[in-house]
């Protein structure tokens, strides 16, 4: 089975720079993904990290170390628009579905 | 284009009633999947299936059952409707376990009465 932990809430000031972690325990794994879902949308994909390291896409970052089994999902220059609830999900070997935490809640103040 | 599209978007019912929900995606992905996301925002895979086989989630009960016409259509089917079973249902398609690739509908919003 597979199980991903990540804070409920996280509230940043616009223009600041805020992380998401997420840690995981998953027999067997292929890669950590983010999600994005704002109130009353759909989850829309935003990175995906197979290797360790960092990927970076415009201002969201995203790091993977397996080791620590541990990930996490950076935004840069916050806007109000990036309100929105951050999933972060995984793969187990053998199941072919992505499992997703219980998503943290970000709310960007002014 | 709508990649991922499913209806209705709203569905109001009473208890004991069945009902279903439709889904088509036009990405070419061999892979599609119900995800029910309930009050508190947990997203929680019920099935995956691709033309090899369908994955069902040990917790989904059998009241629920999809339904594929064909690769590109994956229908949920749900008996007998509980208050329990209120909830925003995702369908989502990818090629096969590739968590980059997911791409989700807009949702429909069950509620039962």
Known sequence: ?110 | DTAVSQTPKYLVTQMGNDKSIKCEQNLGHDTMYWYKQDSKKFLKIMFSYNNKELIINETVPNRFSPKSPDKAHLNLHINSLELGDSAVYFCASSQEGQGDGYTFGSGTRLTVV
């Not at chain 1, 067997?28 to 970076?56: I, K, M």
């Not at chain 1, 996490?72 to 990036?82: A, G, H, P, V, W």
Request: proline share 3%; net charge negative.
């Open chain 1, 1 to 110: 089975g597979q199980s991903l932990e990540q804070p409920s809430e996280v509230t940043a000031v616009e223009g600041a720079i805020v992380q998401i972690n997420c840690t995981y325990q998953t027999s067997g794994f292929y890669g950590l993904s983010w999600y994005q879902q704002h109130d009353g949308g759909a989850p829309t994909f935003l990175s995906y990290n197979a290797l360790d390291g960092l990927e970076e896409t415009g201002r969201f970052s995203s790091f993977l170390s397996r080791s620590d089994s541990y990930g996490y999902l950076l935004l840069q220059e916050l806007q109000m628009k990036d309100s929105a609830s951050y999933f972060c999900g995984g793969i187990g070997a053998g199941s072919y579905q992505l499992t997703f935490g219980k998503g943290t809640k970000l709310s960007v103040i002014p």
